[in-house]
């Protein structure tokens, strides 16, 4: 029988044996913020740590969702195919997204930008109305509230009508609501399915927050709305009010938003969904569609956003409810002050993650001290995600601006090409510096001793949220 001191000497190897194994594992295929956090966890808590990293250390699937995943290639490939590219030849912003994601800049489309709320809710209700053969829904949070009751009672009607309806859910995004929501629909008739349902014994093969995070409405391969906005009431967290950003896209863009949820059904259901043909042109907007996530092996939207600031000319807005940006990113918002850019970061000031805020807080004496302008949007918590890039392109979709949209969630990006698009959404982004309150250094440095030591120590977690 082994005695204390040969329990704690046998502990105190295990521990040294843990912190030498990391070193050499953690760092591989790995961001160097991230590998330092990690490496500082093992260092301290070598147990807890090989524990959690059993949990969540690495952002990938199992072999078998990775096969899956290769085999929707040829349909995402034949949209890509069918979709009418612009006449003039693509810049290198658009090359770069049809890399990334596997669908080129397409013309013929129409974007209008929904910034109310309870309008965004009753466009899509109206939209499903008027559903002829197909309705797809992706969303991180399904609610069983009035909102998701008015969302379902419209798709209930749309099954009435012989249209086929399809809801993707996020299993863990609506795990307050799923055990009343998904009745809800399946009452109505409505083919509901959980995305990523989290099991026990999953657990030991990939990562349990690995999520799906799109929001999508598909209305007969004709129409859709991309956005941050999920099927909830506004005010689903007590004293909060969200806003948010949708676009209702008409156009053969749609093909391309089709194509991700038909890939993201069949990772789910193994079942493939007839291929619908291209939209008929509806307008002159250039739209592209760009996923991203962890089964397309690279973060997608980090390189974006990086190439967006790397080429700003005159000025940029990001618009972003958790920002918290990686070294890659800091170094280019810094380049583009230097080389005379606006650089404009507009977050919430309401906030609904403490720690997520905390960790964000800690970035924001860097960010001044370059010279990066930072407003704090009143009163509401502003959960719309988008970018633009000198009045010529914009960004609007589920994506944020922080290492869990960058590496760990399945998200949608719209990329609106020219000045008229994108335009809008430099309308759009004037309202919420209007409505904001704007950050200098000398005020953010007044703040409590005690409150700079919490920012500091949620940082050193910062690439792991």
């Not at 209700?125 to 008027?130: F, Q, R, S, T």
């Not at 990772?267 to 760009?290: C, F, I, S, Y």
């Not at 080389?339 to 860097?366: H, M, P």
């Not at 309202?431 to 001793?449: E, G, Q, V």
Request: net charge positive; hydrophobic share 45%; charged share 25%.
């Amino acid at each position: 029988m082994l005695d204390l001191p040969s329990l704690t000497l046998t502990y105190l190897l295990c521990e040294w044996a843990v912190r030498l194994v990391m070193i050499v594992v953690i760092p591989l295929r790995r961001p160097p913020e991230s590998a330092r956090s990690w490496l500082l966890l093992v260092l301290f808590l070598p147990i807890p740590a090989l524990i959690l990293y059993r949990l969540i250390g690495r952002a990938s699937f199992p072999a078998w969702r990775t096969a899956r995943f290769a085999a929707t290639a040829s349909e995402r490939s034949r949209v890509a195919r069918d979709l009418p590219v612009p006449a003039h030849a693509p810049d290198r912003l658009s090359r770069l997204a049809e890399a990334l994601g596997g669908f080129p800049a397409c013309d013929g489309n129409r974007v209008d930008l929904f910034t109310d709320y309870d309008a965004t809710i009753d466009a899509m209700v109206a939209a499903i109305d008027g559903a002829r053969t197909q309705v797809h829904l992706l969303t991180y949070i399904f609610a069983d509230d009035r909102t998701g009751t008015k969302i379902a009672d419209a798709l209930g009607r749309a099954v009435a009508r012989g249209v086929a309806v399809r809801v993707l859910i996020d299993a863990l995004g609506s795990r307050p609501w799923i055990k009343r929501s998904l009745p809800m629909l399946t009452a109505r008739g409505v083919d509901a399915r959980l995305a990523l349902p989290v099991r026990f014994a999953a657990l030991r093969r990939t990562r349990s927050d690995l999520r799906n995070h799109r929001k999508l409405c598909l209305i007969d391969g004709e129409i859709a709305f991309v956005g941050s906005q999920n099927i909830v009431d506004r005010d689903f967290k007590p004293g909060i009010r969200n806003d948010e950003l949708v676009g209702r896209v008409e156009g053969p863009a749609t093909a391309a938003l089709e194509a991700v949820f038909a890939g993201d059904w069949y990772l789910e259901t193994e079942t493939r969904l007839a291929p619908l043909p291209v939209a008929r042109t509806a307008g002159d907007a250039v739209l592209q569609a760009m996923p991203s996530g962890p089964d397309f092996g690279v973060p997608g939207y980090e390189r974006l956003l990086i190439e967006l600031v790397h080429g700003a000319e005159r000025r940029v807005a990001i618009v972003s409810p958790y920002l918290i940006p990686d070294e890659a990113l800091l170094t280019a918002l810094k380049n583009g002050v230097t080389r005379g850019v606006e650089i404009n970061l507009i977050v919430s000031q309401v906030v609904d993650q403490r720690l997520v805020s905390l960790a964000q807080r800690s970035y924001y004496d860097e960010l001044l001290a370059a010279g990066v302008r930072l407003y704090r949007y009143r009163d509401h918590l502003l959960h719309a995600k988008n970018v633009s890039i000198d009045g010529r392109v914009g960004v609007i979709g589920s994506s944020n601006t922080d290492v869990r949209s960058f590496m760990l969630n399945a998200e949608i990006s719209l990329i609106l090409h020219g000045e008229e698009a994108s335009g809008r959404l430099d309308a759009a982004q004037r309202h919420y510096i209007a409505h904001s309150d704007p950050l200098t250094l000398d005020d953010w440095r007044a703040r409590p001793r005690g409150t700079r030591l919490l920012e500091n120590l949620a940082r050193l977690v910062s690439p792991l949220l």
